[in-house]
């Protein structure tokens, strides 16, 4: 099993950047597929980004397509996101997420194991 701890949170005005950290720890990072969700107050959780083990295919939510990039470094056992042009609605807090198997899921239920969380606020 795979710990993940998410880092790089914080308060930004709109427009603004930041750029979040998943750091894993148990198994070398590079046997998962790893996904960032967010879920702000009263919502569901969502899917934001995904990264194949390889970071050779990543898939993004619409919301933040070409604002957001996700990449990973196997060396370092992390994958990061970075976030620009931050927008009031990307309020939230944001988990990392890892997954055993072939593709990028989207859904939630396709990982198994879950960071605790980062909280980003933006405000406008």
């Known amino acids: 099993q795979v710990q993940l701890v998410e880092s790089g949170g914080g308060l930004v005005q709109a427009g603004g950047s930041l750029r979040l950290s998943c750091a894993a720890s148990?198994?070398?990072?590079?046997?998962?597929?790893i996904g960032w969700f967010r879920q702000a107050p009263g919502k569901e959780r969502e899917f934001v980004a995904g990264i194949s083990w390889s970071g050779g295919n990543t898939y993004y939510a619409d919301s933040v397509k070409g604002r957001f990039t996700i990449s990973r470094d196997n060396a370092k056992n992390t994958v990061y996101l970075q976030m620009n042009s931050l927008k009031p609605e990307d309020t939230a807090v944001y988990y990392c997420a890892a997954r055993v198997g072939l593709g990028i899921g989207s859904l939630r239920q396709q990982y198994g194991s879950w960071g605790q969380g980062t909280q980003v606020t933006v405000s406008s």
């Open positions: 148990g198994r070398a990072v590079s046997s998962y597929t």
